[in-house]
């Protein structure tokens, strides 16, 4: 009896530690849920009015495992169709060890995003746009300035350099 529960032990640790830094990865990613205001500039400078703002409605998609999904409606700007702008999944991809982001547009665009997931208060996104106009390459880094407050920064890459291409303001109703 010996023999076969030190083994099995051993197993529950290991399974443990396997766990437990992807769980507390996946809660940590939660901070998202709920309902936010946000405001978007095309500039660095955030003192004048913004381009356009929005709602972002995130929730939990899975009770085990992390999948959020979430929706972005426009109440002005560009792009204003009422009703629902974008459709997004966030999630965990367990065999690359780093979360996923997918977005589609009503405008015909996607978007596709990879992370390693939080660093201290700092998240960074890379990936890229499709659209009619071609394949456009993406960073987003977003910091979190509050329990419920962030800001994302996107840039796309013009040759070898990162020019800004919005600067958003989120704030948890």
Same mark, same amino acid.
């Given at each position: ?6 083994? +099995?032990?051993?197993? *529950? ?24 205001? +946000?405001?978007?500039? &095309? ?18 998609? !899975?009770?085990?495992? !992390? ?21 997004? *999944? ?21 978007? &596709? +995003? ?23 390459? *993406? ?9 419920? &407050? ?13 020019? !800004?291409?919005?600067?958003?303001? *989120?704030?948890?109703?």
């Amino acid at each position: 009896m010996i023999r076969t529960a030190l083994p +099995f032990r051993t197993f *529950l640790i290991c399974l443990t530690l396997s766990v437990t830094p992807r769980a507390i990865a996946q809660h940590d990613m939660r901070f998202f849920v709920g309902h936010w205001d +946000f405001s978007i500039w &095309s500039t660095e400078d955030v003192s004048g009015a913004p381009a356009f703002t929005g709602e972002w409605f995130v929730e939990d998609g !899975l009770d085990s495992a !992390l999948a959020l999904v979430d929706r972005v409606q426009l109440n002005d700007g560009p792009g204003v169709q009422g009703g629902t702008f974008t459709r997004e *999944l966030i999630a965990f991809d367990s065999h690359a060890g780093r979360y996923t982001r997918t977005i589609i547009t009503n405008t015909g665009a996607s978007y &596709s +995003f990879t992370s390693s997931g939080w660093n201290g208060d700092e998240l960074t996104w890379i990936g890229e746009q499709r659209s009619a106009a071609g394949i456009v390459k *993406l960073r987003e880094v977003i910091v979190r300035t509050g329990p419920g &407050s962030f800001t994302a920064v996107f840039h796309r890459k013009e040759g070898d350099v990162w020019v !800004l291409q919005s600067n958003e303001r *989120l704030t948890r109703r």
